[in-house]
């Protein structure tokens, strides 16, 4: 065997990939230079701020474009619609407050630019969009970036290399470096010498922020990394090197030679699962679905039925899918196709959980009417329409086969920029000041309304000062609604009174559309 392969009994041999030089082109150095101060920006404005991850993102997103054109990737329609979810994710952060979905969002983000550059320089596993998204993930994340992670370094010492220019300008930062002490010395007995040359020092210093300059000088050695990154994963693929580390050949080898449990092992257990989930629902049908119907089981509040249960219903809906993809992976084939038995066990086992999925929706909806929203409560009804639609492909799957990664990660992509762009926490809002308004609850919880972003201020606003509910108006509870809405007002931050550019930095990177229209609703 070649001394280059390595082999395992469950994955296709891999095979260490034969040095490929750098080669750089004309705009290779200026779009280093430029994902240098890119790094820069992302620590001068705090990447994870509302505001700035916008800026920063469509920043990213123009100048990787202008490099990829000019080296001659034009973009397609399957790149146009990966550029598309790259600009709607990044909208959230400019329409909408902070909320905790952040974190989550930019990371979605950094992947969905990753994918978007790999399509438009032609370097995706496959022509289209399947199932093998997740070996362009772990390409695209891990494998381009940090195989060509040096060649920021590379491209800078090329240019300065093959120029005149550049080798002067080399020579010229390395001098200015060394000759820095001696230009502080001689600066500070200038200033000393002379009071006016002292005034003014003073105020160039004030004026260039100079007493920032080791903040910024640690905020570019910071940049740098992050530089190295997004310059390695652009360049590697814009220049095809070290893009095919992991195939479609490798990943259909590495399956292939996963097939290995024998069939009755993973029948018997299987068989053994179904028969359980059949028995309880037959056992607990009445009480199961009765929420279908909106109605209680005799002996129980609404938030005792919809937690008993619940969260085991969820943790059994994952299991599930882990089980499937377990099967699926592992187990041996008749003639290279999926075993019939196999199949029609995956599958009943995927209706049941299609079954306890809608029944946990069910449960979640009675009790969101009888105790409205809040942000838990939207995120796991999410998950569940995300879990539903999940399983009901794969029941399609089982029926008729065909590629369902591609309809699965679309359903995904699709339901999360939903969720993002939905403005969350205004629909919990205005939908809990409707309820509480119409009668349909008897209490409104402030304490939850008021730890939710600027979204809810409109709404929070109306109901203290312009509701039109007459059993709210003529209720004794009307001042206290009036006297707690606006003490939760008095309390939240100002950031934008005084105008977006009004020289304060975290106002800046705090701004967003939603914030800037809600300080209406603050006392003055």
């Given at each position: 065997m070649n001394e280059n392969m390595i082999q395992?009994?469950?994955?296709?041999?891999?095979?260490?990939p034969t040095r490929q030089p750098y080669a750089f082109a004309a705009g290779d150095v200026p779009f280093a230079c430029f994902c240098l101060a890119l790094g820069f920006l992302c620590w001068e404005w705090q990447l994870g701020a509302v505001f700035s991850n916008?800026?920063?993102?469509?920043?990213?997103?123009?100048?990787?474009a202008v490099y990829l054109r000019a080296r001659g990737l034009r973009q397609t329609r399957r790149s146009a619609c990966a550029l598309a979810v790259c600009i709607l994710g990044a909208l959230p952060f400019l329409l909408y407050d902070a909320t905790p979905l952040g974190p989550l969002l930019l990371l979605f983000d950094l992947f969905a630019c990753l994918y978007w550059v790999c399509v438009t320089a032609g370097a995706s596993v496959e022509a289209r969009l399947s199932g093998f998204v997740l070996t362009d993930w772990a390409n695209q994340v891990f494998a381009v970036?940090?195989?060509?992670?040096?060649?920021?370094?590379?491209?800078?010492?090329?240019?300065?290399?093959?120029?005149?220019?550049?080798?002067?300008?080399?020579?010229g930062a390395a001098g200015l470096c060394v000759a820095i002490p001696i230009i502080i010395g001689v600066t500070s007995l200038l200033i000393r010498a002379d009071s006016g040359f002292e005034r003014?020092?003073?105020?160039?210093?004030?004026?260039?922020?100079?007493?920032?300059?080791?903040?910024?000088?640690?905020?570019?050695?910071?940049?740098?990394?992050?530089?190295?990154?997004?310059?390695?994963?652009?360049?590697?693929?814009?220049?095809?090197?070290?893009?095919a580390l992991l195939t479609k050949e490798s990943a259909e080898q590495g399956l292939a030679r996963a097939h290995r449990i024998p069939r009755p092992a993973i029948l018997a257990p299987l068989a053994a699962l179904c028969a359980i989930y059949i028995l309880f629902m037959a056992v607990m049908g009445v009480y199961l679905f009765s929420a279908f119907a909106g109605e209680l089981p005799d002996g129980f509040t609404y938030a005792e039925y919809a937690r008993k249960g619940f969260f085991e219903l969820c943790g059994v809906a994952a299991i599930n899918l882990f089980i499937l993809a377990f099967a699926y992976s592992f187990a041996k084939r008749e003639a290279g196709e999926y075993p019939k038995g196999l199949r029609l066990l995956t599958g009943l086992l995927c209706v049941t959980t299609e079954l306890l999925v809608a029944t946990a929706l069910s449960k979640m909806l009675l009790y969101i009417g009888a105790y409205d929203l809040s942000r838990l409560r939207v995120y796991v009804l999410w998950f569940l329409v995300l879990l539903f639609a999940c399983f009901a492909i794969l029941i399609v799957w089982h029926i008729r086969p065909f590629?369902?990664?591609?309809?699965?990660?679309?359903?995904a992509v699709c339901l999360f920029l939903a969720l993002v762009l939905a403005n969350t926490d205004g629909l919990i809002?205005?939908?809990?000041?409707?309820?509480?308004?119409?009668?349909?609850?008897?209490?409104?919880?402030?304490?939850?309304?008021?730890?939710?972003?600027?979204?809810?201020?409109?709404?929070?606003?109306?109901?203290?000062?312009?509701?039109?509910s007459e059993h709210i108006l003529n209720s004794a509870a009307h001042e206290y609604i009036r006297k707690s809405v606006g003490e939760g007002l008095e309390t939240r931050p100002r950031y934008y009174q005084r105008g977006m550019l009004s020289g304060d930095g975290d106002r800046f990177r705090r701004w967003n559309i939603q914030s800037a229209m809600a300080q209406k609703y603050l006392p003055d």
């Open positions: 395992s009994p469950y994955c296709a041999p891999y095979t260490r916008f800026l920063i993102l469509m920043i990213a997103l123009i100048g990787t970036p940090l195989s060509n992670f040096l060649g920021f370094f590379a491209g800078i010492k090329s240019a300065s290399k093959n120029t005149k220019r550049g080798k002067s300008v080399l020579i003014f020092a003073d105020d160039f210093s004030k004026w260039a922020s100079l007493d920032d300059i080791g903040v910024y000088l640690l905020e570019l050695l910071g940049g740098i990394p992050i530089a190295c990154y997004i310059f390695g994963a652009v360049y590697g693929n814009s220049h095809g090197r070290y893009t590629d369902a990664g591609r309809p699965i990660t679309v359903a809002a205005k939908y809990n000041v409707w309820q509480y308004e119409n009668g349909h609850t008897k209490s409104i919880d402030f304490s939850m309304l008021s730890g939710l972003s600027d979204a809810a201020l409109p709404y929070l606003d109306d109901l203290a000062n312009n509701t039109r």
